[in-house]
């Protein structure tokens, strides 16, 4: 059976797991205070050529959105987002809990648009019983976003414009943000990220580690932010885990070859499939490829490959996701054109 | 000036104003345990067929849907609205702070649809990531709704009918019951609502009192309601201002009778603002009225009429909404058509 | 029967209902936005000497502790209360379910003393692991105190410093605010409470009033409070009700002339239990009046005196809350007198 | 310098640490649905002798908590805890933040008591007011606590009957529960706990994983456990992560026998400190000992033994904790002794 369902399947790289196991019997303080997370803060700042960036680092996307959220925002603050955000649609309500509401814009494939949020935020400023709505608070991007799709440099800029009008932070939530930077056509670097928003979180999880996400506050962190985190849940006992991870993934520039390296296999495989035949849903530059599967195919890839089914459709055809990583291999790639002919 | 901006901009109807000067100096006690509470819930019993039916008063319509929803709701569940909902649009992020997601499906004219609803469900329940996605806890409508439409009782049957299948409870939010139960087109009444509903709440607010909802739950409310209430801040200290009220509103059919006022003046207000060639936005057989108002006619009204612009147009027209009440008075609508020229 | 329970027995006083009734059939907007609300802000603004107040009114005083607490702290931050707080004990967790600790400490009759505060402060400060507690944000303190005891403007004035030297808002529950202010002993006045607090509420619904408590920021409130209380159902549709009544109170010194009646007939109160044998168990200066009252006169007051009974002895006597009010009569505590032989 | 500060400064024990990198290039599916997690979880029901229990696997302590608790209460319940409680001290106010009062009583060297509990729970029911508290709805103990101490059996049992009582669940925090069970004289195994709780962890962290605390209920979980972690930010995407630690410390009795160690290594470490002449805090039969530290003796441990001050004292003596671990190596308590001169 080959695997292609999502970017989380594997352990972590070899290299980061060869680290953890020589620290391992090393004693460490507690609670992210010790040598590895100051090393991979000092590391991601001069990524980001922030060197005033307060860096956190958390376990999981779901905990580091509702934590860097409910920092920015007061109690009568929602959080726009699009309406296929993550925290949205996959996160169970987790900014709810915190009680906060998702002002959600239709968006395109994913993607929040300038204009968009500017006509939002006009409308809601010009109706006259916008004392009684929840107040927006706060702006939501992915990058890339939950399509694979990613925003231009441009794109940032103007959302950025707009924020700065109605005095709103941008936070860009990066589950998958090595996969964004390193996309062929992307415009966006780490720098211009940490340029344009209040917070970001460079994924951990979905690209080379076993767990683990840096919240990155370019400007400074709300006051707080880590009594926070642990009202939260999101501190780490042994915290040190996450920055060995941190450290080894921005040592040598391993986050931005593994990344290549799932791009690269992103696009063998978006080849393999439309020479096969299966048009696309949308075109993803980054790791995650969208294409629509008919009923033949699926028959034919059924007990050999896994796939995500994003959205079944009445003919028995189907919307599915098949997503590269870090670890995928070449050879399961070309396996999967023999499978389907080509 | 004429006002036909919303339905609470009186005081109380006179019968409701007199019994609280009669009551004043008597002595109960509080936090609605007293004699007053005791007979109003017993009198709206009856009008619900529903002996077994829980009562509590509360103040406003926005703490009643929070304490209501939150009651029925588990901390991962979410309460589906029609877009255009109270909850979801109008009551400042309420149910949110209570932790809970309003689940919004679009609607037609301010219903939710049994179709839609089930088609939501239905899609929701084969989702295989469902159990990462806000749960489906309750159904929320209002009637009339905020365009003033109404459900037929074939269209509530229809609801009940999904709900059940879904095991969810249905809400209905009465903020102006009265209004719609005497609709000239109304097949709905108290027993009806009653029996389709989980729990509803009797708008006092804007139909005749100084203030005042009555939640009703006719198959007994969640335990520990009234502390969940004292909790949300809902508890008014002096309860028999409110059982005085509503005792009033259920003797000698004194909601019904000015419910039906109302109505009478909405439709010689509609009958006007048709004559005078204003548009429908939407038919609606209730209390307030949606025309569209042209620049020239919203100049003609501009410092003698006064009404709620519910959206501007880009043309300078508007759509605007009027209101009648248990408290306008016909001279009033007669006064808007001379000034209309009708 | 006699009654003397709590101060919330009656409707309000007449001098506030007729103004009700008069302005009844008045057209004005909604939700506070009204001359009567703007009239009654601009007389607490005068009584406070406090030109820059902040002022919204509230219908009850749970709602407003939970409002006005939730608007200062950060989502990490708790509030400080002494161990009988009414935040602490009698609001149902209505400061929890906003998301925040009550940090009790001991106190003493009811009162949170500086020294103790102080001290309290100071360890947590040292505390190595104070980044996993709930950070102190605020301090709230009642006055009169739910055991009727005061504060001296002494008292106030070290509070304030420690608040000062800790970068903590003070905040004062001022349910019964009018009973403290024309206790006999009193050296607290309007001005002074709002001198030395951040926020505080003017109690009405114990004071005269039908309803209605006015939250005061004598600073200026937090940004977006107002939707903050919409968010919490704390928003009146029908806000002038509370403009009439707060206007009413501050008119020819209405809200001083009620609570000094109550302080007068509690002090007669008081007179006559003692010359009954009814050892007080504090010494209360204020409309509420605790005494021990032993088996035997418990038993003669049966059937034909109210109290409300603080606390069962195991010998069978209790401590005994006696209150008066604007609306006690000198001829019901003269036959209280008589029932107890004096 | 020598580190018995805490039991979470190393990383994971040699046998899980093999187990991770054995399986790493493995692929499976997400969310803890692979089957390491399931041969866990079955482990662990034999070990509970609970056929039915469900578990599930979180990333630590904090949020376990949390999560359970929520998961058993209405939004008006709070959780009885010892007031040294770590829900109630060391959890940034976890639980407020999720809605819940934490309903503290003294306790005892941080056990609650059968008795004490009863008595709350009588008071509660019978104080008249109670309706406007917040409703006890859950007994929170840790074994071993805070302080090290242990429940015995026929403890647990009282408290047990106590909740049955009054019709609430009883939850044990085990954050160090290998410890608790493999102390000398306890008489609590791992089924007893599992017979008395309706809920419970496992603690991971502190007892030999890199991270992973196993949540159990013996009964079944309550319904939608996973999407209330998925909510709160606690489901872990590569979830067999947790599963491959759990299922290596449920294997030839790895958790019992390292624990085990830690104690022998808790009892030497209390033999030398009390050879040294440091007297007892509290006699703690785990691996945490609290000692009483004199001036001079801390002066002779500094630069070269570090521990954990609990209490700073007036005389310049501190209360200390000392903590040994499935890592802590006997020579380094004898390196200890001869610091210390014996």
């Known amino acids: 059976m080959l695997y292609f369902n999502c970017d989380y399947m594997e352990g972590a790289h070899p290299e980061i797991l060869s680290r953890l196991m ?39 996307g779901t905990q580091t959105n509702a934590a860097v959220i409910k920092a920015f925002l007061r109690p009568f603050e929602g959080v726009i987002s699009a309406q296929t955000g993550h925290i949205n649609v996959h996160e169970a309500g987790a900014i709810e809990t915190g009680g906060h509401k998702v002002l959600s814009l239709a968006g395109q494939d994913g993607k929040l ?21 929840v107040q927006p608070g706060m702006v939501y991007i992915s990058h890339p976003t939950e399509y694979g799709t990613l925003y231009t440099a441009q794109e940032l800029r103007d959302l950025r414009r707009v924020c700065d009008r109605y005095g709103l932070p941008l936070y860009l939530d990066g589950a998958r943000l090595g996969y964004g930077l390193m996309a062929e056509e992307a415009d966006v670097d780490m720098e211009t990220v940490a340029a344009y928003c209040d917070a970001f979180y460079i994924g951990g999880t979905k690209v080379g580690a076993l767990f683990g996400e840096a919240a990155v506050f370019p400007k400074g962190a709300p006051k707080g932010f880590f009594t926070l985190m642990k009202q939260q849940g999101a501190v780490l006992a042994k915290g040190r885990l996450l920055g060995i991870q941190f450290d080894a993934l921005f040592t040598d520039g391993l986050y931005y070859r593994i990344s290549a390296h799932a791009i690269a296999m992103a696009m063998k495989l978006k080849e393999t499939l439309l020479r096969a035949g299966c048009p696309l849903f949308l075109d993803s530059p980054t790791n995650q490829q969208f294409v629509v599967l008919s009923t033949q195919k699926r028959e034919i890839l059924r007990d050999r490959v896994s796939y995500e089914v994003w959205q079944e459709r009445e003919d028995g055809s189907a919307i599915a996701r098949f997503a590269t990583s870090w670890a995928t291999k070449a050879a399961d790639i070309d396996s999967l054109g023999r499978i389907l002919g080509v």
């Open 113 to 133: 648009g300038a204009v968009e949020l500017e006509a939002y935020l006009e409308a809601f400023a010009r109706d006259e019983s916008n004392t009684h709505m």
């Open 22 to 60: 020589e620290s391992n019997m090393e004693q460490t303080f507690g609670y992210g205070s010790d040598p590895y997370c100051d090393a991979a803060k000092e590391k991601i700042r001069r990524e980001c050529h922030s060197p005033q960036a307060d860096i956190f680092f958390l376990v999981g």
